[in-house]
């Protein structure tokens, strides 16, 4: 009988052990899984969604060469703002996104090591009645509008909170036209999207902008929920070496750029600015 149960054990452990090793190591078939991003509306060339509902953006492409050829499918369907993209990676039932990073944001997604695009938050004021950007605090009083889920690090987010006239809305969109009927007074936002968002709703002349002190990364993000945990180190290797391109960031800026352009144009046409 104790031999019986000696060798039930060694049994068990060997299968144990089997077990672990087999799962431990990287799964043969990638290509049997789909995965979910989503993105923020509010960046283009760097992050948008297509009238159709499309994530599309820079970002977007990056993940798409990313995982392609790993054989993994991507959804890249998208119906909701920021701040519920946000929440559904939180959740699990999305897998990718790609944003700022900072301490809330830690705590469900896991950041991918290499930097994809640097962007610099500039302040967006009404042209007729021209802002001076010293410090955050110094908005204090202000109307500001903030687009909700936007993060600009912890410190800036902190101070931001403690302004009783912040304004939270679901589009840059609606922060520009605020902009331009002086129901705000500031709107931070990327340099570079907010000047093509400006062209792109007919709004030059009307709004101009000041440089702050905040210029950060965006990131690649995986939710800790994600099967896409498994593969951090090798996602990690196949992005930096995506990335050593020197000539691949500014050429699908550029592209992204006159696609947010023409789509824009396009949804626009005969029809008034909302």
Partial sequence: ????????????????AWATEAFSEEPLALNNITVRICGTTAYPPVSWVTPGGRVEGVNAMIVHALLKPLGISVDDQQDSNWQRCLKEVELGNVDIMTGFRNEVRSEYMVFLETPIVREDINLFYPASKPLVFNDWEGLSGKRVGVLMGDSFGDRVDSALAKYPRLEWV????????????HRLDAVPMGKLSGQLLINAFGLTG???????DVSDYWYVAISKRSPLMQWLPRL???LKALLSDPKLIPLWMKQQRLM????????????DIP
């Fill in 260 to 271: 947010y352009l023409q789509s824009t144009a396009e949804e626009t046409s005969g029809q």
């Fill in 1 to 16: 009988m104790r031999s019986l149960t000696f060798g039930l054990v060694t049994l068990f452990f060997s299968v144990s």
């Fill in 206 to 212: 009307q709004i101009d902008s000041i440089a702050t």
């Fill in 170 to 181: 679901s589009s840059q969109h609606q922060n520009l036209l605020k902009l331009a009927d």
């Fill in 236 to 238: 990690n290797s196949e």
